[in-house]
């Protein structure tokens, strides 16, 4: 099974911008893709972005502008940078990645994210 560890979290002022890091235990190209997941108590685990095997990278609408996916592959590293960071961005942020040939998915530990007025 791939280990994913989330690093990067903390509390940030609104406006600020923070980087969060999600290290595998296997090479990047073991998975179909990597991406980031953030959830907050009484709401659904939602896509925040991803980036595909092809390099090509999807992102949810709230973020757009704001935030970045990026991969290094030879750390088998992946990043979100987050700026312009707004009070409603605070979640809990889950790294996941589905390796080729898997059934379901992978999940990091989980960093929390708080964005203070």
């Known amino acids: 099974q791939v280990q994913l560890v989330e690093s990067g979290g903390g509390l940030v002022q609104p406006g600020g911008s923070l980087r969060l890091s999600c290290a595998a235990s296997k090479n990047m190209f073991s998975f179909v893709f990597m991406g980031w997941y953030r959830q907050v108590p009484g709401k659904q685990r939602d896509l925040v972005a991803r980036i595909n095997s092809d390099g090509s990278t999807n992102y949810a609408e709230s973020v757009k502008g704001r935030f970045t996916i990026s991969r290094d592959s030879g750390k088998n590293t992946i990043y979100l940078q987050m700026n312009t960071l707004k009070p409603e961005d605070t979640a809990v942020y889950y790294c996941?990645?589905?390796?080729?040939?898997?059934?379901?998915?992978?999940w990091g530990q989980g960093t929390q994210v708080t964005v203070s007025s």
């Open positions: 996941n990645a589905l390796e080729r040939w898997s059934t379901s998915n992978s």
